[in-house]
């Protein structure tokens, strides 16, 4: 893989809270087509990673570079519109917004217009395509009049994607994407996330997640954390191989 393909590159990010290191000295980098999984114990640093990685957080030390620009110190919707982007549970937020309000407020924000209600809706034909893609996409078409808030729990979690994945990132990070889902339904949840993001031309995704059945069946590769530090960085398969990091990460505390 050339350094071109390379869209995200983290360089010893640190993450400091007062005396405790949530996140220390982390390198690592997500090409094209690659769809890595960062797993790890409760409290093993995911989150502030995953934090700093898309500017919620500014790392304490270290650098992130974005498709080849330094994106330290730039907020996480300066982001979106640069291409990294992370589902922000919109629906449990705005839980009165229908699925095409809901969509169209993430189409507003990747078009960098302000959001103003029905009269965008109905007034804009790029908006309204877009809504009318993402919803295709993501099989919620038949829902579009639908108040998200009154989705089943499984289509929530979808519409959830699907107004992150309406900004057209590049990368797409996600964090524990069939939370609450039931097992039978979660590799459908899976199953239409990744054929959207293949429709709609998303090029690389970061998923944070604790079930490894999931991270198994999905992932190309396996970014292992442990105490804020990274213990592997490895192909789906030799991850797997290597039985003293996999007992690690689904060992006490995994859930
Ligand atoms: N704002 C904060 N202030 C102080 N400590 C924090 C803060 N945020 C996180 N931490 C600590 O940093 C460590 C890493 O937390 P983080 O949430 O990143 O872990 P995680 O791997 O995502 O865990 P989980 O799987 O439980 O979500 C934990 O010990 C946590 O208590």
Known sequence: MSTNDVLLHATQISRHYGDFIA????????????????????????????????GLHQPTTGNVHFDGANIAGVGAVDLATR??????????????????????????????????????????????????????AFGLSPWLDTKGGSLPHGRRK???VASAFALHPKVMLLDEPTAGVSTA????????????????????????EHDMDLVSRYSTRIIAMQGGKKIADLPRDEFFANEEVVSIVVGKGAH
Not at 37 to 51: C, F, I, Q
Request: charged content about 20%; aromatic content about 6%.
């Open 83 to 136: 291409g990294l982007a992370r589902a922000f549970q919109l629906t449990s937020i705005f839980p009165e917004l229908t699925v095409r309000e809901t969509i169209a407020v993430s189409a507003c924000s990747y078009l960098n217009q302000r959001w103003n209600g029905f009269g965008h809706l109905f007034g804009s034909h790029k908006i309204n395509d877009i809504v009318v893609r993402t919803a295709d």
């Open 158 to 160: 979808l519409l959830d």
């Open 23 to 54: 996140l220390h000295n982390v390198d690592l980098s997500v090409s094209r087509g690659e769809f890595v999984s960062v797993v790890g114990p409760n409290g093993a640093g995911k989150t502030t990673l995953v934090n700093v990685l898309t």
């Open 185 to 208: 339904d979660k590799h459908g949840v899976m199953e239409t996330l990744l054929r959207a993001a293949k429709h709609m031309g998303i090029e690389a995704i970061m998923l944070v």
